[in-house]
């Protein structure tokens, strides 16, 4: 029996907050700007594994609503990098049959340019027939903002808000909710990052930071969710 084979029937979903990049960066005496794209190549590499293992679903958390009080030249460049990964990366996303999706507010009123916007729009229609691996990207992400608009969605089309109207109202609709979540960098907190979904994900926090993940610790957190026993609330 392969890997593959072994994980798939179990695992459907690995969600990732990938955080300490600019703390890497930081402590090699690098600008934080380094530490993101030293940050694009993990998860390139992840990607890549998650592929092989055929991991049906991923999300990576990369753009936060919060994280537009960072400075202008950090947020810029980060942007830059993204634009980079999702128009000359696409190619090889596409060869891996990989299908992207994103999650987030990407409205006209959102404080996205319109040039990313155009980006990923394009990244998503370009991938939509790909039946491997999805990628869900968070850009401009805000677990209170997903659920706000989701109710504010339901609620201007009539539609009785319930918890399946609600799931079905958020950016995941469709889509498993994650079975595990792996934050890199020490820290033990969510950080807004999908309050519905990971109602009863199992959280792996480890210490190392994103820039230094590699597929060795993805398969470290594999295997502590291979001894874990989902109850789902059951005693």
């Known amino acids: ?17 990938m955080d300490g990049n600019g703390r890497w960066a930081t402590r090699q005496g690098l600008p934080r700007l380094a530490g993101h ?37 950090e947020v810029t ?6 634009e980079h990964y999702f128009t000359k990366e696409l190619d090889r996303l596409k060869a891996q049959n990989i299908r992207l999706q994103f999650l987030g507010d990407h409205t006209e009123n959102s404080r996205l340019s319109p040039s990313i916007r155009k980006i990923i729009a394009e990244a998503a229609a370009s991938t939509a027939g790909n039946t491997g691996t999805t990628l869900l990207i968070a850009l401009n992400y805000g677990g209170h903002d997903e659920l ?19 799931e079905g109202a ?32 199992e959280l792996y926090f480890t210490p190392t930071f994103w820039p230094d993940f590699g597929p060795t610790h993805l398969h470290e957190a594999l295997a502590w969710y ?10």
């Open 1 to 17: 029996m392969n890997e593959a084979t072994k994980i798939q029937p179990k695992l459907k979903h690995i969600a990732f907050i």
């Open 37 to 73: 794209k030293a940050a694009m190549e993990s998860m390139q590499a992840l990607v890549e594994e998650l592929v092989r293992l055929q991991v049906p679903y991923a999300s990576f958390y990369a753009f936060s609503t919060e994280n537009w009080s960072r400075s202008v030249e």
């Open 77 to 82: 460049g980060l942007f830059a990098l993204l």
């Open 148 to 166: 706000v608009r989701a109710a504010q969605g339901l609620a201007a089309a009539g539609t009785p808000i319930t918890p399946a109207s609600l």
């Open 170 to 201: 958020l950016d995941t609709a469709g889509i498993p909710n994650p079975d595990l979540l792996i934050r890199t960098s020490g820290e033990q907190r969510l950080s807004g990052f999908m309050p519905w979904q990971l109602a009863y994900t």
């Open 226 to 235: 291979a001894g874990r026993d989902r109850r789902f609330g059951k005693a």
